[in-house]
């Protein structure tokens, strides 16, 4: 049954893909479908066609431009990001400690059929379908035991591509390797490993903005902007870039004729000479964006208001409070089922995640790959509770057969 509703939500996503008009809606999808495209037909990671950038992480774009580079079109970017997520479900269901989850694909299905943002997502060109791929995959790897030079390799390189996807996660990286080292899954010398093959990954793409621009740019130009739509005096924890007053500080830098790396740079400095002149202020608006990132609605940009409608955004909210109410059922039975070591790992990595992305600023499609972390848990639950049933149930059955032939017995 699991594999079948897998296949038919697969097949919802491709029917979907096919029907959902074959063009870009927000401006992050422009920018890494040019990016793609000028690595395919152009002089590689450009936006212009001309000259190289870092003004976005690398891996989706690749993504993309592998799948362009064979012929793929809108259809076959969206139906991908579906193969991707249905992957992760996949992954997901390893994540149970042992033996087989009982009914785990199932489970782990249905839930993620009842959270639609994950489906909408994945028809988007957004990186998040893509990066929880990479990080549910990376999770999925720590947990394994024994362990090995391989697996430690394997992760590092799992926990590489995740950063090169989103640099912001390597705040989360972090966590999970000092959260998994605390809770005694791994060991010193696999975090050492781990650690130093995922700096050698996320390294060599600096190593080529280095060659290219003269200077140090880990990853990506645009951690400056990031930093100040989530750090300025306008700021507020739930519009983030939906927020107009930001345009001023897009003027300035164009009036000045600032690179991306100049504009890069006076971004950074911009919001931390806000943040140092009122830290009172920045402090009340960093947790209030720890908050919002438990957020059930966003605010959007006037521009994309109309993919967000009333009805999608209450759909939206109900269904990641159906997530947290089951988490909270799960929590309410602690003493009488305490976690396990691999769900305090993920109860805390999805909690300290909120402190590490409210750095910058904290958004739904930025929770999407965290979200994994607590289907995991709730999946696990109920399995445990679907088995407990099926184990009663069978028991009656058998005391029952057991009392009719009894019977049948004595009537004879």
């Known amino acids: 049954m699991g594999v079948l ?18 063009a870009a809606r927000f401006l992050d999808e422009k920018d890494y ?3 793609s495209d000028n690595l395919v037909h152009g002089p590689g990671f450009s936006m212009d066609g001309v000259h190289p950038t870092a003004c976005r992480p690398p891996a989706y774009a690749f993504f993309l431009a592998g799948i362009r580079a064979m012929g793929g079109d809108f259809f076959s970017f969206r139906a991908a990001n579906f193969v991707m997520t249905g992957a992760t ?34 028809a988007t060109l957004y990186p998040q379908t893509l990066i929880g791929f990479f990080f549910i995959l990376a999770i999925a790897l720590i947990v394994i035991t024994p362990r090995g030079v391989a697996l430690n390799v394997v992760t590092g390189f799992s926990f590489g591509l995740l950063i090169l996807g989103a640099p912001a996660f390597l705040l989360t990286v972090a966590v999970v390797l000092g959260t998994a080292r605390f809770l005694k899954i791994i060991r010193w010398r696999d975090v050492v490993l781990i650690a130093l093959v995922t700096f050698l990954m996320t390294g ?10 003269h200077r140090f740019v880990p990853v990506t ?6 930093f100040l739509v989530g750090n300025n005096p306008q700021a507020t924890a739930y519009e983030a870039a939906a927020n107009a007053a930001l345009d001023p500080y897009y003027e300035h830098v164009g009036n000045l004729g600032l690179d991306e790396f100049q504009g890069d740079h006076y971004y950074w400095e911009t919001a931390l000479t806000w943040i140092k002149g009122h830290p009172g202020d920045a402090t009340v608006l960093y947790f209030e964006k720890v908050l919002n990132f438990f957020n059930i609605i966003n605010v ?7 993919e967000f409608p009333a009805w999608r955004q209450v759909v939206m909210a109900a269904s990641y409070l159906l997530l947290l109410g089951l988490l909270g059922r799960r929590l309410v039975e602690i003493k009488r089922f305490p976690l ?62 057991v009392r009719e032939s009894n019977a049948g017995m004595k009537s004879l």
Not at 92 to 121: A, D, E, N, Q, S
Not at 204 to 213: C, D, V
Not at 388 to 399: E, G, L, N, P, V
Request: charged share 15%; aromatic share 14%; with cysteine.
């Open 5 to 22: 509703l897998l296949l038919l939500y697969l097949l919802a996503g491709m029917i979907y893909s096919a029907v959902v008009h074959p």
């Open 33 to 35: 479908l040019t990016l």
């Open 89 to 122: 479900i996949f992954l997901v269901c390893r994540l149970c400690p042992g033996k087989k989850m009982f009914g785990g694909l199932l489970i782990v299905t249905g839930l993620v059929v009842c959270y639609p943002v994950l489906f909408y997502t994945s």
């Open 204 to 213: 060599t793409w600096t190593l080529r903005n280095a060659a290219h621009f």
């Open 221 to 226: 130009s645009n951690s400056g902007i990031n």
């Open 300 to 306: 959007y940009e006037s521009g994309n208001r109309a």
């Open 340 to 401: 396990i070591p691999r769900e305090k790992l993920f109860l805390i990595v999805y909690v300290l995640s909120a402190f590490t992305s409210a750095i910058f600023f904290t958004r739904i499609r930025h929770r999407l790959p965290y979200d994994y972390l607590i289907i995991a848990i709730i999946a696990m639950d109920l399995s445990r509770r679907f088995e407990i049933w099926m184990t009663a149930q069978r028991s009656q059955k058998q005391a029952s057969s």
